[in-house]
T-cell receptor, first 116, second 113 residues
């Protein structure tokens, strides 16, 4: 069963504007972690931000913030003040701590294009 | 400091051949992971090492795939009797421990003709 769903295959945003990339997940594990990675055309996966299931506050890292809605099982990535260098694939991932410790599941990704 | 490195960056082989893919993790990282990424998809977990031992190899697709990490640092992913369906980018990642974020290498693009 698909654990991570990213419904937006592609997104466009104007430079300097904010953009939200959607991610929903499915788990019955009470303890889990959610991750976002960026993959530029060079292919390397770059860690962006992490949210633990018990974290009370939404995670933020510079221009990246995670809109965590636990009851809805969503973990959307918000990128503020988009830059041309933000154009890349973005992957949402989840690790279940108790049930399936080692298997970090990734979504299919969203390709973000920033327009000048 | 140096990140995760993988060699070769590209590997082209013929169906039925044997290949080895190498991963050099970040120094001091005890956890090492192998993933496979097919075109247009997210990475798919293959195997996880904690130190020298394979703590979880449940993601290996079949017994043609095998990985080792004999000294707890460098790891080699070995694929026997390659098939065209094995063509993908093979990603390696390491982390300080299991609970920390994973840092990925640039990947090895394997093409089986």
């Amino acid at each position: 069963a698909q654990k991570i769903t990213q419904t937006q295959p592609g997104m466009f945003v104007q430079e300097k504007e904010a953009v939200t990339l959607d991610c929903t997940y499915d788990t019955s594990d009470p303890s889990y972690g959610l991750f976002w990675y960026k993959q530029p055309s060079s292919g390397e996966m770059i860690f962006l931000i992490y949210q633990g299931s018990y974290d009370q506050q939404n995670a933020t890292e510079g221009r990246y913030s995670l809109n965590f809605q636990k009851a809805r099982k969503s973990a959307n990535l918000v990128i503020s003040a988009s830059q041309l260098g933000d154009s890349a694939m973005y992957f949402c991932a989840m690790r279940e701590v108790q049930y399936n410790n080692n298997d970090m599941r990734f979504g299919a990704g969203t390709r973000l294009t920033v327009k000048p | 400091g140096a990140g995760v490195s993988q060699t070769p960056s590209n590997k082209v082989t013929e169906k039925g051949k044997y290949v080895e893919l190498r991963c050099d993790p970040i120094s001091g990282h005890t956890a090492l992971y192998w993933y496979r990424q097919s075109l247009g998809q997210g990475p798919e977990f293959l195997i996880y090492f904690q130190g020298t031992g394979a703590a979880d190899d449940s993601g290996l697709p079949n017994d043609r795939f095998f990985a080792v990490r004999p000294e707890g640092s460098v790891s080699t992913l070995k694929i026997q009797r390659t098939e065209r369906g094995d063509s993908a980018v093979y990603l390696c990642a390491s982390s300080l421990s299991y609970h920390n974020e994973q840092f990925f290498g640039p990947g090895t693009r394997l093409t089986v003709l």
